[in-house]
């Protein structure tokens, strides 16, 4: 049963410390994409890739935050210095983009809390 | 730019009663249309879709209709079992290569035996 597989599940950790979460996308999906989840602003898109190359970061904040795919199984999102207003769930996920209308595979999520 | 209105709840209901949420949305061209589900703990799970006006999409007893002219997307379900209670997400891909979804604030419900 393919997955999208996320670590780690809960991070939690100091105002100013750099974060990396990491997400593994199902095998032969060629589409990752990562979410945030808050109880303000619920789910937001923040970054998306298309055979590894980012097609649209418009959602991150670009000072702190970096994602990229060092290969095709691998997807990371870094915050660095983190800030309380970080906390959140992050969520990776994945497909097999070929339209608009593909269904997205969701990981997880890794619950982050930011002291 | 893009948006997704729905109820936020909770919304609670006996077991074996109708169901519905509402969902509308705002966007430029010819947007797909999703309702997903978010089981405690877990990520969300693609309940059912919708890719053109009148379409009606369907699983595991729910369905929705792709309503163009009220830019609406009402989630139903006849009869809902306790095994129901999530968090319902309306969602929308604009398409055109814009493949990332704009989500409503979700949808709390809970059955009640």
């Known amino acids: 049963d393919a997955r999208v597989t996320q670590t780690p599940r809960d991070k939690v950790t100091e105002m100013g410390q750099e974060v990396t979460m990491r997400c593994q996308p199902i095998l032969g999906h060629n589409t990752v994409f990562w979410y945030r989840q808050t109880m303000m602003q619920g789910l937001e898109l923040l970054a998306y890739?298309?055979?590894?190359?980012?097609?649209?970061d418009s959602g991150m904040p670009k000072d702190r935050f970096s994602a990229e795919m060092p290969d095709a199984t691998l997807a990371t999102l870094k915050i660095q210095p983190s800030e309380p207003r970080d906390s959140a769930v992050y969520f990776c996920?994945?497909?097999?983009?070929?339209?608009?209308?593909?269904?997205?595979?969701f990981g997880p999520g890794t619950r982050l809390t930011v002291l | 730019g893009d948006s997704v209105t729905q109820m936020e709840g909770p919304v609670t209901l006996s077991e074996e009663a109708f169901l519905t949420i509402n969902c509308t949305y705002t966007a430029t061209g010819y947007p797909s249309l999703f309702w997903y589900v978010q089981y405690p703990g877990e990520g969300l799970q693609l309940l059912l879709k919708a890719t053109k006006a009148d379409d009606k999409g369907s699983n595991k007893g729910f369905e929705a209709t792709y309503r163009k002219e009220t830019t609406s997307f009402h989630l139903e379900k006849g009869s809902v079992q306790v095994s129901d209670s999530a968090v319902y997400f309306c969602a929308l891909s604009a398409g055109g290569g814009a493949d990332g979804l704009t989500f409503g604030k979700g949808t709390h419900l809970i059955i009640q035996p």
């Open positions: 890739f298309r055979n590894r190359a980012p097609l649209d």
């Open positions: 996920a994945s497909g097999l983009g070929t339209s608009g209308s593909y269904e997205q595979f």
